[in-house]
């Protein structure tokens, strides 16, 4: 928010504020230039004059307040409430994983490099669900055979030959059935992507950092940030190659 444009919305009372300010003054100044003739009355002035300053010093602290409160809220609505960030967590496993896959009704997005946690926790449950008609899986791969898949796994403390085994345990399993689609895509990814119905959890790949270490944001269907990185998980699903 803009000082000037703040102090000008509240012209009105920053000049009531001035006028309290120049009237305490004035009462004090009058009051010390006749103290020596009418003490009594002196005091009384220089008495009304110090509460009318005091009051305009007060005043003038909660309009700051009120603009350091209102610039806060201006940050909060853009940072958190526009963005439709609902939480932040320092991991990646977190347990409210568990019943929003245990309540999933119409699709499921999720992105990665293996995915072993994903499938030892979710297998059994994400087969049952894709066995009704209305319920759509989307499993994205980064392709073992790649530059970026191979450094993943290196940082990961892991064998690129577990990723490739993670891919055919993921095909396996899910071979016969029909709305579980996966595929794999030959480029390094920026961000995890993990979107449950109306809710997404996304978070970063950081440089020689293991995943299950790595922040995870929790967004909400509906505002800007969850649209940008379905966007961009349609992006590299459309350019992925099915197996």
Same mark, same amino acid.
């Given at each position: 928010?803009?000082? &000037?444009? %703040?102090?000008?919305?509240?012209?009105? !009372?920053?000049?009531?504020?001035?006028?309290?300010?120049? *009237?305490?003054y004035y009462l004090i100044s009058i009051g010390f230039c006749t103290s020596k003739e009418d003490p009594q009355v002196s005091n009384i002035k220089i008495s009304i004059g110090t509460s009318l300053i005091a009051t305009g010093i007060v005043v003038a602290l909660d309009l700051w307040r009120k603009f350091?409160?209102?610039?806060?809220?201006?940050?909060?609505?853009? *940072?958190?409430?526009?963005?439709?960030?609902?939480?932040?967590?320092?991991?990646?496993?977190? =347990?409210?994983?568990? #019943? @929003?896959?245990?309540?999933?009704?119409?699709? @499921?997005?999720?992105?990665? %490099?293996? @995915?072993?946690?994903?499938?030892?926790?979710? +297998?059994? *449950?994400?087969?049952?669900?894709?066995?009704?008609? &209305?319920?759509?899986?989307?499993?994205?791969?980064?392709? &073992?055979?790649? =530059?970026?898949? $191979?450094?993943?796994? #290196?940082?990961?403390?892991?064998?690129?030959?577990?990723?490739?085994? #993670?891919?055919?345990?993921?095909? &396996?399993?899910?071979?016969?059935?029909?709305?579980?689609?996966?595929?794999?895509? =030959?480029?390094?990814?920026?961000?995890?992507? !993990?979107?449950?119905? =109306?809710?997404?959890? *996304?978070?970063?790949?950081? !440089?020689?950092?293991?995943?299950?270490?790595? @922040?995870? $944001?929790?967004?909400?269907?509906?505002?800007?940030?969850?649209?940008? !990185?379905?966007?961009?998980?349609?992006?590299?699903? +459309?350019?992925?190659?099915?197996?």
């Open positions: 928010m803009n000082v &000037t444009r %703040y102090l000008l919305n509240n012209k009105a !009372y920053i000049l009531t504020n001035i006028i309290i300010l120049g *009237i305490g350091n409160v209102k610039k806060i809220n201006q940050k909060m609505n853009n *940072i958190i409430i526009d963005s439709g960030i609902q939480w932040v967590s320092k991991k990646r496993d977190l =347990d409210r994983y568990d #019943k @929003l896959v245990n309540n999933l009704e119409n699709s @499921l997005d999720i992105c990665g %490099y293996s @995915l072993s946690g994903f499938f030892e926790s979710f +297998s059994e *449950i994400i087969k049952k669900k894709a066995a009704k008609s &209305t319920v759509k899986i989307r499993v994205l791969f980064v392709d &073992t055979e790649s =530059d970026a898949a $191979i450094k993943r796994a #290196k940082i990961e403390g892991k064998s690129i030959v577990l990723f490739r085994e #993670k891919i055919d345990t993921f095909k &396996t399993f899910y071979s016969k059935v029909e709305n579980v689609e996966i595929r794999i895509i =030959d480029m390094p990814l920026s961000s995890m992507i !993990y979107r449950i119905d =109306d809710v997404m959890f *996304i978070g970063p790949h950081f !440089y020689k950092k293991q995943s299950k270490s790595t @922040l995870t $944001i929790e967004l909400s269907k509906g505002q800007w940030l969850f649209n940008e !990185y379905q966007e961009e998980f349609d992006r590299m699903w +459309s350019d992925a190659k099915p197996i």
